[in-house]
């Protein structure tokens, strides 16, 4: 094949690749730019939730009858967090009645409380709000089964138009710096699809390749080390659907205290034992290991090893921008605005395109 051939079956690739996915990658690239900072976007669109009186801590077990107090029937208190900054309110996780559905994170019900007063500031499902929306469209497009799976296999597009973008950018004629030129075309929406296409090309390939990790933790667990870890205990969606027990054996205070007695610190979260692993998990600031274990049963606790890093977790972290610094979460915003720029701007190239290729058939039948 011809190097003109290979150019113009590459510009095929593209261009149906963003004509037939356009209508997708804009709501997954703007939901995605927007949960770069979504806690400050939280902050914005729910300022009732921090509205705090101040930042003195009391016992937790006065934040937990607080919340039990207006739970509804069958509803159980699944995790108890901490603020670990000024400021910020304590916050309540729990489990909702009924049987989980089998896929997808169990739904949850959040409380705020004001940590010196342990007063309810709000009481919200996981299911509502605009944040929850975004993080839907962004994860599965809101199609429930086979969403996350429609997503990843878009990434997988994305990452091969971001190869055949770079490929159709670089100069047929005279050296790869004229590529840089603003006015390689007499059009402003092509000028802009190829620069802009051009600087974001590399961002947006990690992004999608981590995206698509994000969407197969099974195939590409093999690449990660993952695929060895499985059947050593329960995975870690069924450990996220575990019920909170009823009624445990040992009280806050005393699994907060036998965590403390082998692993000194400040408290940080406890998550309540469950049907399915029947042991406290307890979290402590300036503490190197993850979290101590306390057997509800036996009150024996013992200090977590500590975990370094996966590739899974360093993919998600990648992809959405934790921890990563600023820079980079700048990035991720460009990177999922200007996609949809890319989109846009490429429509409009495939629709003029089509109106002087009709317009050189006719002047051909014509003169025929």
Partial sequence: MSKLALRRAWFQVHKWIGLILAILI????????????????????????YAVSGDRMIDPARYVAAA???LAPGERVASLTLPEEAGAPVVVAVSQPGKPMRAGPPARTTLWLDPPSARVLEKSGSNGGLIRAMHQIHGSLMVPGIGRQVVGWIGVAMMLSCFTGLWLWWPTVGKWVRGFRWRRHPHLDSNLHHLLGFWIALPLFVLSLTGAWISFPQFFGMFGGAAQQRGAGPDRAAMARAKPLAVTRLSLDTAIASAQAVLPGDLRQVTWPTDLKPEWRIALAGSSQPQVTVDDATGKAKAGQPQRENTARLM??????????????????????????????????WWRARGWKAELKARKAARA
């Fill in 26 to 49: 804009i709501p997954i690239s703007l939901t995605g730019s927007a949960l770069v900072w979504d806690e400050a976007l939280d902050h914005a669109l729910n300022p009732q939730r």
């Fill in 68 to 70: 039990e107090a207006v």
């Fill in 316 to 349: 998600r972290r990648i992809h959405d921008g934790t921890g990563m610094g600023g820079l980079w979460q700048a990035i991720i915003f460009l990177g999922g605005i200007l996609p949809a720029i890319l989109a846009v701007t490429g429509i409009i190239m």
